[in-house]
């Protein structure tokens, strides 16, 4: 069965400094992946995603991911972080190779400081 | 509508007492997925409808849980007798089918006292 692993629980950056939120994937074939945000109280909102081509994907919010299959990784960046980028993170792996039945990392949270 | 929506927000029951939980999907997704974030086992898959298919109930915690989707649109989330440790925020997504993005609905926070 697939997995995800993100390492860091807690993040703390400050305003315009650059980001990185590490994420491990396990399974065997070639994965769907994806990178969520949850800001308090509300629902999941989908930043970006890998089905396959390109292993450098852009998202919403000027976020970006890389897919490395030699690492097992799926990183998501971002330059210039924003107050407003406060929020929970998540990266998710379908099942099987598809989109569906969703694994989630336990998510890690980041807090920005003016 | 423009997005999946979820009802009610926020629920509060009593132990044993049974629960229904809705989510109306995007219009015409044919795939429809409840997850569940609780504090101590993340967010976890639940059950999972395809269109006409039967439903994948490989998530559900217990047979307290059920699910049931009519006319492949709304679909009912159901816990019987619930317990306290079923406390969390139940979460629906859909999608154009099982293989396309999940989008999420706000969630329902259900507590047991």
């Known amino acids: 069965a697939q997995s995800v692993t993100q390492p860091d629980i807690h993040i703390t950056v400050s305003e315009g400094a650059s980001l990185e939120l590490r994420c491990n994937y396990s399974y065997g074939a070639t994965p769907y992946l994806f990178w969520y945000v949850q800001s308090p109280g509300q629902g999941l909102q989908l930043l970006l995603k890998y089905f396959s081509g390109d292993t450098l994907v852009q998202g919403i919010k000027g976020f970006e991911a890389e897919f490395k299959r030699s690492q097992s990784s799926f990183n998501l960046r971002k330059p210039s972080v924003h107050w407003s980028d406060a929020a929970e993170y998540f990266c998710a792996v379908g099942a099987a190779g598809t989109a569906s039945k969703l694994t989630f990392g336990t998510g890690t949270r980041l807090q920005v400081t003016l | 509508g423009a997005g999946v929506s979820q009802s009610p927000s926020n629920k509060v029951t009593e132990k044993g007492k049974d629960v229904e939980l809705r989510c109306d999907p995007i219009?015409?997704?044919?795939?429809l997925y409840w997850y569940r974030q609780s504090l101590g086992q993340g967010l976890e898959f639940l059950i999972y409808?395809?269109?006409?298919?039967?439903?994948?109930k490989s998530g559900l915690p217990s047979d307290r849980f059920s699910a049931e989707r009519t006319g492949g649109s709304v679909s009912t989330l159901t816990i019987q007798r619930t317990q306290q440790e079923d406390s969390a925020v139940y979460l629906c997504?859909?999608?154009?089918?099982?293989?396309?993005?999940?989008?999420f609905g706000p969630g329902t926070r259900l507590t047991v006292l």
């Open positions: 219009s015409g997704h044919t795939a």
């Open positions: 409808f395809q269109g006409n298919s039967a439903p994948d």
């Open positions: 997504a859909s999608s154009w089918r099982g293989e396309d993005t999940q989008y």
